[in-house]
């Protein structure tokens, strides 16, 4: 045999070996995967089962099919519970929060990307480290706040105040997507007579929209489900939150936990599906930038 066959079947068997490998990781990642998705998934088919059984049927087993699809739990949790006001409390206070996050970090974030001056970095930095203070370790000095200002039970106060959280991680991902914009557009553009506020919007501004995107989406999954500031700046029934009012089903004196889990099932519905619809560009704005920057 000579030099040529052995070098071929040592190729061979090193390729063998490595296409062994590749099946079992592959293997490996596919359990993990289907893992993962039954942990998260599991939690969530209980609470619509749950939700689709009566009060006997849910205390007699927990863990049980519903025998019968009891839909009047949505029917009374629509009604009884007024989910439909809750919900649009919710609305009106995520889209205060959605205009006012983007209005101020995306503003923030040009001016930090794209214009160079002394105090850039400090202010980019006093500015990021805003993340390490999470909006429950303020609540008492939000609640005293608002009690002086004389904004409670407002819903605009509360989704300013969810905004200003939203500044800190927002301007973390927009200012390294704007940095990686390609300097030459916007030279080519003030060379035809492009101001700072044309060059801001005809052209900073939609090739962010990904990251623009991301932020949007991850301010309306922290202010949708929030419930402690909500509850402390909001007490007045028709001003209730969606987190709020679905506390509302379970009182010292009585419990309606079917009609809890069709409250949740409903309340859940919009951010997943809202997510489910823009993931891919959730990841492609928060990747884009780190990538290039």
Known sequence: MDARAIMTMEMDKGSSSQLRVSRKARILIYFTMILAAVIVLLPLIWLLFSSLKTQEELTRNVWSFPRKLYIQNYINAWTRGRMGTYMLNSLISTIVT???????????????????????????????????????????????????????????????????????????????????????????????????????????????????????????????????VSMLLISEPFIKTLPIGLMGFITEYNAEYTQLCAGLVVACLPSLLFYAILQEKIIKGMTVGALKG
Not at 137 to 160: E, R, T, W
Not at 176 to 183: D, E, G, L, T, V
Request: some cysteine; aromatic content about 10%; proline content about 4%.
């Open 98 to 228: 959605i205009i006012g996050t983007i209005v101020t970090s995306v503003t923030l974030s040009f001016i930090l990307a794209r214009f160079n001056f002394k105090l850039n970095r400090l202010i980019f930095y006093i500015v990021i480290a805003g993340m390490m203070i999470p909006i429950h370790s303020a609540v008492i000095p939000l609640y005293i706040m608002h009690k002086d200002l004389n904004l409670q039970n407002n819903l605009i106060a509360l989704g300013i105040t969810y905004a200003a959280f939203r500044i800190s991680p927002s301007v973390f991902i927009l200012e390294s997507f704007m940095r990686s914009i390609p300097k030459e557009l916007e030279e080519s553009a003030i060379l035809d007579g492009c101001g700072i506020w044309r060059l801001f919007t005809t052209i900073i501004v939609p090739l962010s929209k990904d990251a623009i995107i991301s932020i949007v989406i991850l301010a309306v999954l922290a202010c949708w489900n929030e419930l402690l």
